[in-house]
């Protein structure tokens, strides 16, 4: 799982980084940021269905739901 979360990190910093060359964006961190808690959280609950974090928690807390989930394991 955590490995996913840093995919996702290092590739919505690449995406946002084409945006600003190609594109011609201002650099919005808050925005990456933003983009890789979502598209984490979407994956981790699409690969691990038994997860019992929601949203709202892995936005106030992702380390407390990535240890929640491997001490259920």
């Not at 925005?31 to 892995?58: G, H």
């Amino acid at each position: 799982m955590r490995g996913i979360v840093w995919v996702i990190m290092i590739w919505s910093i690449w995406k946002h980084r084409n945006d600003i060359i190609f594109k011609d964006k201002s650099c919005d961190v808050l925005e990456i940021f933003a983009l890789a808690q979502v598209k984490s959280w979407v994956v981790i609950k699409a690969k691990y269905r038994e997860v019992l974090f929601s949203y709202s928690d892995w936005c106030i807390d992702p380390i407390q739901c990535i240890r929640m989930s491997f001490s259920t394991h």
